[in-house]
C-alpha cells in the first residue's frame, strides 16, 4: 500500500474525511541485505499467491458490518478495532515478500464454522458465540457481485429460489415480508433463514449505499443497450468462408490466446514495457504469417471468418482487429464514401456527454 498526499478543495471529500491516529503496526524486521538480482527474484516470487487480495476482502466486509451498529456502540467500536487490525495484517502479508511472516487473521472474524453454536456449549459458550455472530463478517458486500460473475450468479439463483418459496407460504415476496410491521413467529424465522441463507451482506455500508444509486440511475439503461447488439454485418462483405477454414482459424485464436496469456505471466515479473510491446508484436505478426498461409493471403475472407467466429460470443473481439484492423478501417471508409462522423461541442445538440453536449459533423478522411 502506498502513501498519499491530497490538497483538495472538494467539498464532499472535505466532508466525509474522517480524522484518525495514525496507525503503527507493529512487526518483525526483516533482516537487512544487499539487494541482488537474486534477490529480487525471490523476493517477486514470494509475492505471488499471497493473501492481501482475501485479507483485503475480509476487510471490506467488516466496514459492510459495522454499517449495521449504532455509531458508538460497543459492538460498532469493536468492528473499527477489528477494521483498525486489518491494516497491520495487510502490511505483514505485503512484506512478506521480504521473508516475514506474517500473523494470522482470527478465523472467529469470518469464519462461520467457529462460531457455531453446539448442543453441548456451556450459556457462557453460547452467549460468546452469539456475540461474535453478530461480528462476523464471512460474506462478501452487495456491491462485490458487480466484481465476480460467480457471486452475481449465486445472488440470483438465491432470489429466484427464495421468492417462489415465500410467494408459495405467505402469499408475500421477500420486500413485501421484510417490510411487513407485525411479523409472525413462522415469518420471523423464514426471514432468519433468508438472512443466514443469503450469499451477500446487504447492510448500508458507504459502497453498498454508492452501487445502490448507480443502480437506480441506470435502471432499465443498461438491458437496452445490451439488446441494441453490434450488427457485424456492417464489417462483412458477401464472400463466403469454409467450414475447414472457419475450424483453422478458430485453432489459430486458441494458439494466439495461449501465447498472449503466456506472455502476460513473464511480464509481470520482469521485462520492461518496450520489451513486452516486442513480444506481443511477434506473437501478432506469427499469427498474421499463419493466417495469411490459411487464405492465401485473402484479407476479404480471413476477415469475414474471424468476425463471424468472434462477434456473437462474449469474448474479445481483439485479435480480429490484430489481423486486420486496417483492412476493417479501409472497408468502413470505402462503403461510407470515405466520410466520418465526430462529436462536436455544440450547446443545442443533442448528444450529451460528461455534462457537455455535441452535434455530430461529417468529415471526409482524404488518406489513410
Known sequence: MGDAVISTNNPVLLRTTKKLRTVICEQNSAEKKVITEKLLQKANKNGFGNDVGKITNYCTAMYDVLAKFEKDSPEYKEMQYRITCMQGYQQEIIDSCKGIIPKKVPKEWYKSETVRINEDDSEKVKKEKEHLKDLLADKKPYFFIYNYKHLANSLRDFNKRMSKDCDETFLLSPEELIAKKDKTDEEKEWLKYYNMENPISSYPSTMNRICWALEKAFDGILPALKDNGFDKSILLTDKKVQKSLLEQ????????????????????????????????????????EKINELTLGDEEKGCNGLIQLLYDKPISKQFCWDMYGDYIVKKLLNDNNNEINVPIKDKNGEIEWNGEKYSLEKMEVTKC
Open 249 to 288: 482459424l478458430e485453432q489459430l485464436y486458441k494458439d494466439y490466446i495461449f501465447e498472449i496469456g503466456n506472455t502476460k505471466i513473464i511480464n509481470y515479473v520482469s521485462l520492461s514495457r518496450q520489451e513486452k510491446e516486442l513480444r506481443r508484436e511477434r506473437i501478432i505478426n506469427m499469427s498474421k
